[in-house]
Every structure is written in C-alpha cells, then in structure tokens.
C-alpha cells in the first residue's frame, strides 16, 4: 500500500471550518428529523424523540453530505437519507445501551432511553425506529431505482450480516481471547458498515458508477476502524464531559487499546485512516471536504 501523506496536521486542523460546516449540517438534519419523527403524543412517541432529537455529532449525517458533494446530488434528499441513517443509528445506541446488551446508564449526557422511559418502551423506541427509517428511504423523491438500492444496501447493513452480526460478536466475546482480526471484524460490523452506507449513500443519491460507490463504501469502512480504534483509547484517556457518556466502562472487554497498548493502537489506526484516504484519490480535490471530514474526526477536531 502506498503511504500518502496527511493534507492536513492536527495544529492545521484546529483552524478548518469543518467544525461550522459540521453544525450546519447537523441543523439541516435535525430539521429533517423532527418532521419526520411523530408528535409526542403518547408515551412511545415521546421516547422516540427523546432517543434521537438533541444530540449527537451527527457525523454519519456529514459523511453522506460531504461524499454527495462530489457527485453534486440533491441537497434535500441527501438531508432525509442522513436522517434514516440518524434513525438507525439512535436504534443502535438504544438497544445497546439496555441491561442484557452494554447496559448503559447514560447517552448524550442525559439518562439513557430506558433509564428515563423504561425498558420495554427501550425496546419498542429501538422496534419503531427502524421502519421509519425504511419509510423515509421509500418515500424520497428520487428515481424508484434509487429508492431501491438505498433500502436494500441499507437492509443488509442493518440485519445479522452487519449491526446485529456485529453486536452478537460482542456479547459474545466477554471472558474470550480474540485475535486483532477477529476484534477488527467485529468493530467493523458495528461502527465500519454504517459509515460505509453513509458514504456510499451519497454516491448513490448522486448517480455515481457503482465503481465508485464502491470506492467511496470501502473508505467508509477503513475510516471506520480508525475511528473504532480512537473510541477505545479515549474510553481510557477521555474526558467523560466532553464525550458524553462514561469512560472505562469497558474494564472487562477485549479492547483494542488492552489487545495493542497506546501506541500500536494509535499507529494501527493512522494506518486506517490513511488507507481510507488514499482510496479518495480518484476523485481529486472534489473529495477535499470528505478527506478533511475524516481527518478531523479522527483527531477529534472540534
Ligand atoms: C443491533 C443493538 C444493536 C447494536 C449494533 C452500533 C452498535 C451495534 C452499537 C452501538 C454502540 C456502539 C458503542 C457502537 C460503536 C460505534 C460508536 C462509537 C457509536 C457512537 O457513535 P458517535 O460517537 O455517537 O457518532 P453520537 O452520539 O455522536 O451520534
């Protein structure tokens, strides 16, 4: 693999705008989310605002913009795709926040779905997110064939070949010894495929080759192991205000940081992110803000 070198240095980093365009973005979804969320007009309904309204980075959301801005797609179905996306992922982190998954106590700086609802209303927000999610894809205002091929890549990245395949590797591996492949695989599953989707997204909504929205997919999910890597180093050396949950939670799991120490880990995920970047060569500088958006992820520029 040929090295490239980064853009951009960490200290280059804390002058881009990213961190404005991040906002921005993030504005335009949570607009697109709350005109699609129900009222909260009962219980369920109420709990579902609560899981996805208000918080998070919303970077999946900039990933497909930023990789739709290539191909110039529509700006307002890449904002309604983002939010199914969003969806899915509040589901994720509602389930896995629940007693018999990671049982989490704290989400986004506030009590988690079932900590503040309940854990039957936990489940049924999880339940009710994922077909609005469908709902959402099917209804765009693109091509039928579009619409077909959002839902269907989204179904598989969703189901037990992806998210699910993902978690159960993770209930499953407390007091097992895995190796670095079988960890990456697994991390993979859980965080890797959903950036993939979201970058891939963004090609599909702006009719990109299928060469090309498998390119921007495999960025995604090189990207997505660097940023894995990252989460568990700042589990031990972050700051639990900044990151909105509790840190060293994950004492008796297999980390990446336990399997590799500090620096390998650090090094291994630079690797990541260099292989994810060099994979955007092929679009020049019309990947500049896609490239600068997982730099700045990665080195946790705010
Ligand atoms: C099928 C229940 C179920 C889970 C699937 C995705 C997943 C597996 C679990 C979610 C929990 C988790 C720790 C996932 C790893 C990815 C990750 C670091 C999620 C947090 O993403 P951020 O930082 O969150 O983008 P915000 O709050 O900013 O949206």
Redesign the pocket.
Known sequence: MQMVQLKLNPQTLKNSSFSQRLQTVAEHVERALDQTLPLPTSRLHEAMRYSVLG???R?RSYLIWASSQIFNAPAQEVFKVAAAIELI?SY??V??DLPC?DDADMR?NKPSCHKAFGESTAVLVGDALIPLAFQILLSLETSSEIRVELAKKLSEVVGSFG??A??MMDLGQEGSRLTLEELTEQQCL??GVLFGYSMEAGAILGKASQQEQKILQAAGILFGKSF?MI?DWLDEYGDEDKI?KPCRQDTEKLTFLSLLGPRRLYKEAELFLDEALQNLSPFQEKADILREALQCSFYRVK
Do not use: Y
Request: without cysteine; proline residues 0%; charged residues 25%.
């Open positions: 918080g998070g980075k970077f992922h994720s982190l389930h896995d998954m986004r998210l699910v993902g978690q859980k965080t894995q989460d909105g």
